[in-house]
């Protein structure tokens, strides 16, 4: 499998900066690129985590941290769930009914500029552009929370402060509530990212 490291590639939108930068640096340090890694591996005849480290570490000097880096990847491959399926999975069952606030709220925030990105997780689904700046969770059945990094901005009653990845959530119950003042939130939140 090869490594797709494109912009906008499952790399580019999914892996950690420390890991991509492992990856980007192997064939200096350790003489080979992770796709090269993956076949020595498939031609190991092993299969556990310990036995493949081993190999790498042992028989191709490979140090721990790069050794486990290169078999956490190997393993990973073929695993990865496409953006479409996450999202589907957090809004199917009871909130299935939704996923059209969901929408509402992504598009509104692709409106904002062409460099949103849309970066589904297990449970949410993270709008960045250089930093996060909003997080959109199914947090019942019944409504969805939008996080907003929003620093300095007041409490009100809609608006409510918020630890954690963001300062502040507004609970969105029905279509309706994707309105001008939602929207202008997402804006200002966008702006600070």
Not at 119 to 132: D, E, N, T
Not at 167 to 178: I, K, M, N, P, Y
Request: proline share 4%; aromatic share 6%.
């Amino acid at each position: 499998m090869a490594v797709d490291s494109r912009p906008g590639g499952f790399y580019d939108r999914f892996m950690d900066p420390a890991i991509q930068s492992m990856i980007d640096n192997l064939p200096a340090n350790t003489g080979k690129s992770l796709d090269e890694w993956f076949v020595v591996l498939d031609g190991s005849g092993l299969d556990t985590h310990g036995a493949l480290m081993g190999l790498l570490k042992q028989q191709h000097g490979v140090t721990h941290g790069y050794a486990n880096g290169i078999v956490l990847q190997y393993r990973a491959r073929g695993t990865s769930t496409s953006d479409d399926d996450l999202v589907d999975a957090q809004y199917a069952g009871a909130k299935a009914g939704l996923r059209p606030i969901y929408e509402a709220l992504k598009d509104a925030a692709l409106a904002l500029g062409d460099d949103v990105v849309v970066s589904p997780k297990k449970a949410s689904v993270s709008l960045r552009r250089s930093k996060q700046f909003a997080l959109i969770e199914p947090a019942s059945a019944k409504r969805v929370q939008l996080g907003l990094n929003l620093k300095g901005e007041p409490a009100t009653d809609r608006l409510q402060p918020m630890t954690g990845m963001c300062t502040h959530r507004v609970s969105v119950t029905s279509l309706d509530e994707v309105d001008d003042e939602l929207r202008g939130w997402l804006k200002d939140a966008y702006e600070l990212a």
